[in-house]
């Protein structure tokens, strides 16, 4: 497998932070949640960074690859146009899954709003391989998946984090973005070695690294990535430089963010993490034993850009990597007999299990078999936490109507009633909820609260004069 082109040092890009992320000394790339961005307006940030040679590289959050059904056509019809608007080298998304129900168990339509972790189990493969070859083929550029972080773990495994991604590599032919920071969290809340799974990864598929901070509460550790990268995190990036050296290596900040200086700080040390792994460090003047990497059974050949897309219903080439002007190296691999008789009912039983799991944990469903309880509330409580969070964000009007009563009153919503269509839609269901039930108390919020739903959920928003009068009263009572 060829190499990528060498990326270095980057960071996540947020609005919130893009002066700053503009103003870092030796940027050399930026990767942007594709989800927030619109092709056709990107931020000036972006088109700055971009006329001044930084790569910018979109990274999604909503596919799903890692469920039960078939990839959906319109976002990954959304995720190529972004990757072509930026002219990126490769798109990047998750192992995992963030909805579920539907058509395969003829029960509601569930979403997570969050990454959920997949089992390890040949039927997920199954299921995840065939999704990976459907993405590979509508995406213009090469694809890489990232290892998630997770509170929970799934019953009856049959491989190992490091066995699961390198059959996936080996099957598909799919890059990979190894999240040091999740292999951390992992390690606290599962009990996974880290360094076990980095032995077992094929490194060679490394895209890039995301490193990452968090913080431990009760025994857990949230990946929050609101907080500085902790010198355990460090070090897992030390181990995996010690057995390849990554195209790229970029820091996650989503919340909580720092002064430049301190953003600026951790890049450096990113940059200045050693390659040493622990073997080295305990037994300084012995040679590393040779690592065997999972031998691939994918072949390179390189063919033209222009070449149109094999059509999803046939048999897939994976996508590969840049390698020169007008060609791309792609991977031609072989995919088992097996996993085209063994889809049909593996994505029926992958189905249920995970319908099972999403109801357990957003609609007050009972705890599925085989599941740590406690654990399950864990997660169920930071999901409900996340939505009110990004809900804040994307409607950041109901936590200045509602004030301090905002997070509470959002949490007993959330607690009966599912996310159904996204943070926009969840927003304004909850914003009926607390209409229909006569609240807020007071009667300026409530009359405020009132206007903000009217405006946003018709199929098309009020006339100007309508916005003008309701101003207006607003203003007046207000007086």
Aim: glycine letters at 8%.
């Amino acid at each position: 497998m060829k190499r990528l082109d060498r990326l270095g040092t980057g960071i996540g890009w947020r609005p919130e932070i893009a002066e700053t992320v503009e103003g870092l000394p030796g940027l050399d790339w930026v990767e942007v949640v594709a989800e927030n961005i619109c092709p056709g307006h990107l931020p000036d940030s972006l088109l700055r960074l971009r006329e001044r040679g930084v790569t910018v590289i979109p990274h999604g959050v909503s596919l799903g690859l890692g469920g039960a059904d078939l990839p959906d056509a319109a976002r990954l019809a959304a995720l190529a146009e972004r990757a072509e608007a930026l002219g990126a080298p490769l798109v990047t998304e998750h192992i995992a899954f963030v909805r579920a129900g539907g058509p395969l168990t003829a029960s509601a339509r569930l979403e997570a709003g969050h990454l959920l972790p997949v089992p390890r189990t040949r039927d997920a493969l199954d299921v995840l391989c065939e999704n990976v070859r459907i993405a590979q083929d509508a995406l213009p550029v090469p694809l890489a998946l990232e290892n998630i972080a997770a509170l929970v773990s799934w019953p009856g495994d049959e491989l190992t984090e490091g066995q699961f991604l390198a059959e996936l590599v080996e099957r598909t032919g799919v890059r990979l973005l190894i999240d040091v920071a999740n292999l951390h969290t992992n390690h606290i809340n599962r009990g996974e070695d880290p360094l076990t799974a980095l032995d077992e990864l094929p490194v060679e598929a490394i895209a890039y690294v995301h490193v990452a901070g968090g913080l431990e509460r009760d025994g857990v550790w949230h990946d929050t990535h609101a907080h500085p990268v902790p010198p355990a995190v460090l070090d897992i990036l030390a181990e995996l430089r010690a057995r390849t050296d990554p195209p790229g290596v970029l820091l996650e900040r989503d919340d909580d963010f720092p002064p430049a200086a301190e953003l600026a700080a951790e890049l450096a040390a990113i940059r200045a993490t050693p390659a040493t792994s622990a073997a080295a460090r305990t037994t300084p003047t012995t040679p590393a034993t040779p690592r065997t990497t999972p031998t691939t059974s994918a072949t390179a050949r390189t063919i033209p850009t222009t070449s149109p897309t094999t059509p999803a219903a046939a048999p897939s080439t994976a996508s590969g990597v840049l390698s020169g002007v007008g060609t791309v190296a792609v991977l031609a691999p072989v995919v088992p007999p097996r996993a085209a008789e063994r889809t049909g009912p593996a994505r029926q039983r992958i189905a249920v299990a995970q319908g099972a799991l999403l109801a357990a944990l957003v609609a007050g469903g009972p705890v599925p078999e085989g599941f740590d309880g406690k654990r399950l509330k864990v997660q169920s409580r930071a999901l409900a936490a996340k939505r009110a969070g990004v809900v804040a964000k994307v409607a950041p009007e109901l936590p200045e109507i509602l004030g301090d009563r905002y997070r509470a009153a959002f949490l007993a919503y959330a607690a009966t009633r599912p996310m159904r269509d996204g943070y926009r839609r969840d927003a304004l269901d909850f914003a009926e909820q607390l209409l229909i039930a006569g609240r807020p108390e007071d009667d300026l919020a409530r009359r405020r609260l009132t206007h903000w739903w009217q405006d946003r959920a018709g199929a098309r928003p009020p006339r100007r004069s309508v916005r003008f009068i309701r101003a207006a009263r607003a203003a007046l009572v207000r007086r």
